[in-house]
């Protein structure tokens, strides 16, 4: 049992790490995933005081702990530190994650768990019967808690697991108010945009089979017989996939000017380089850093390179930051969902070549005119 207990605290504290480093790369994603499920809970009673201010203003808090938890736990686990806190924790956390995975595959109200982010992604089942597994560990831990000892020491497994507290705080802090280390979604800086909204068909063989109208013998061609009416019967056909094809993986992005027209397609075509000043909602957006974003803007505009504003706001919401921020840039509208998909920040800086995306920043991060200069246009 010892050794069951063992192999189980290792294989759940790696896991949990694994899974905590993922969220906590992206915790404004994963605040977004929480927003999903407590506005879907507000459907049913016995959940619906999950819709409500207290939990939809605090799903980035609760997305920040819940990562740092499960990071730290992870350490905590691996170490042998604090082994009836660590157990009575996990197994709470594994229960309300299970929970959720087992919401989301039984409902299919939601469209994934987020477990892994957007790096791994799986079924909502496959969510569930992966929680379940962990489950059945963790329960051998809980169980044999009293029997779990720190490998080395219990001061060194203590500052063990703070080391890793601290660092999953700094390192979620950092791609809050930054962006995420790694960006694995389909607007990764390098990625080409036209290219990603594409979808790739598979290439198709087919095969006919036929029967001789004399013989009565059944052949399989890959084209029709010169005689076919003539001589041949068609008894069925066949298809072969010969290369699989890829489905697009933009498929919600779609620009409107303020008249109304879709602009997507003759904005990504415009050569040269263009920035977007994204801002998924007006009335989210932090103000703060928007005296940058308007120095760079003119400047850009004096370039010659478009600048352009995309939000999903109102028009009246529009004029209204406007007005606040002595922003002149024009606005496009898109759809909220996709912004936020685009870049986790708000204001958040796109700059694109032609259908390339060659560099992303947070408004925290607003690079200068002569830094865009040297580094790009140059």
């Known amino acids: 049992m010892k050794h069951i207990t063992n192999i189980s605290r290792y294989l759940v504290g790696v896991l949990f790490i694994v899974s905590g480093l993922i969220k906590a790369n992206d915790p404004l994603g994963f605040s977004y995933k929480l927003q999903e499920f407590y506005e879907v809970f507000g459907h ?12 939809l203003n605090t799903t980035l808090e609760a997305a920040v702990i819940m990562c740092i938890l499960e990071i730290t736990l992870g350490f905590a686990l691996l170490s042998g530190a604090l082994p009836k806190l660590a157990s009575w924790i996990s197994l709470l956390m594994m229960i309300w994650f299970t929970f959720l995975t087992a919401f989301a595959a039984i409902s299919g109200q939601i469209t994934d768990c987020g477990c ?43 500052a063990f697991t703070a080391g890793g507290l601290l660092f999953s705080l700094g390192f979620a802090l950092h791609c ?44 399989e061609f890959e084209n029709f017989p010169a005689d076919y009416e003539k001589n041949w019967d068609f008894v069925k056909s066949r298809t072969e996939i010969l290369k699989k094809g890829k489905a697009a993986k933009i498929v919600n992005f779609r620009l409107t000017n303020s008249a109304g027209d879709e602009i997507t397609d003759s904005l990504l075509q415009l050569d040269g380089y263009k920035v977007m000043i994204v801002m998924y909602n007006i009335s989210h957006t932090k103000q703060g850093n928007m005296s940058a974003i308007n120095r760079l803007s003119a400047k850009l505009k004096a370039a010659g390179i478009p600048v ?71």
């Open 44 to 55: 049913y009673v016995l959940l619906k005081w999950f819709n409500t201010p207290l939990f």
């Open 308 to 378: 352009f504003g995309i939000t999903s706001s109102s028009d009246r919401d529009i004029e209204i930051f406007k007005q606040e921020t002595g922003s002149s840039i024009p606005f496009l509208i898109g759809d909220e969902v996709e912004l936020k998909t685009m870049v986790r920040a708000n204001p958040g800086i796109i700059l694109m070549n032609a259908c390339k995306i060659v560099g992303k920043w947070n408004a925290h991060d607003t690079p200068s005119f002569d830094y865009l200069k040297k580094t790009f246009f140059e």
């Open 176 to 219: 809050i108010y930054h962006l995420p280390v790694k960006d694995f979604r389909p607007y990764y800086v390098g990625s080409n945009v036209c290219e990603n909204r594409i979808d790739i068909p598979d290439q198709l063989k087919f095969f006919y089979i036929l029967k001789n109208k004399t013989s009565g013998e059944v052949q």
């Open 116 to 158: 892994f982010g957007d790096a791994i992604k799986l079924s909502n089942w496959g969510s569930f019967w992966k929680d379940i597994a962990l489950l059945v560990f963790i329960s051998f831990i809980f169980l044999n808690r009293r029997k779990i000892h720190p490998a080395i020491s219990k001061r060194f497994a203590v």
